[in-house]
């Protein structure tokens, strides 16, 4: 039998994973089809705003690994849709806060949602769609030198 194993998984830079229940709900939802997919049986869980604990008895020891990343593939990029459709239209929950960045883009809610969108305009080439790909399936971060050197 294979002993359990304690996932714990924080937002990055300890920032918020789960701005409300429908963030919980999706989060868990994920987390089922990967289990299912994996094998892994999930004994108890906590989701907290910015961290989440699993207790997971996995099938083989590496599903953990590919339990975890297949859950950030899916929730990553439904948060960051749902932090995009915040800046552009406004659709926002009582736990964000607009980051200082935002709102300097302009004088008002209006102005700052338009200028937003404007930063979105434009079509990534296919050598940036290469880099971001291969930084997504090795794990790794990707970014410019002064990002480096402040990870």
Same mark, same amino acid.
């Given at each position: 039998? #294979?002993?359990? %194993? ?7 830079? !300890?920032?918020?994973?789960? /701005? &409300?229940?429908?963030? %919980? /709900?999706?989060?868990?939802?994920? +987390? &089922? ?5 994996? &094998? &892994? ?6 989701? #907290?705003?910015?961290?989440?604990? +699993? $207790? ?12 975890? #990343?297949?859950?950030?593939? %899916? ?27 935002? $709102? ?8 700052? *949602? ?5 930063? /979105? !305009?434009?079509?990534?080439?296919? =050598?940036?769609?290469? =880099? ?5 399936? *090795?794990? *790794?971060?990707?970014?410019? =030198?002064? /990002?480096? =050197?402040?990870?």
């Amino acid at each position: 039998m #294979m002993s359990r %194993c304690t996932s714990y998984k924080r937002g990055h830079n !300890r920032e918020p994973c789960f /701005f &409300g229940d429908e963030d %919980c /709900f999706t989060y868990l939802h994920w +987390l &089922g089809e990967g289990l299912t997919e994996t &094998g &892994g049986q999930l004994h108890a869980y906590a989701l #907290m705003t910015n961290y989440v604990h +699993l $207790l997971v008895t996995p099938h083989r020891s590496a599903t953990v690994p590919k339990l975890i #990343m297949s859950l950030g593939r %899916c929730y990553v990029p439904y948060i960051n849709t749902r932090s995009y459709r915040a800046n552009t239209l406004g659709q926002t929950s009582p736990l964000f806060v607009p980051h200082p960045v935002y $709102l300097s883009l302009g004088a008002t809610d209006k102005a700052r *949602q338009a200028a937003y969108r404007h930063l /979105f !305009r434009y079509h990534l080439d296919e =050598e940036m769609v290469s =880099e971001l790909r291969l930084a997504v399936n *090795q794990n *790794q971060p990707l970014g410019n =030198e002064r /990002f480096y =050197e402040a990870i």
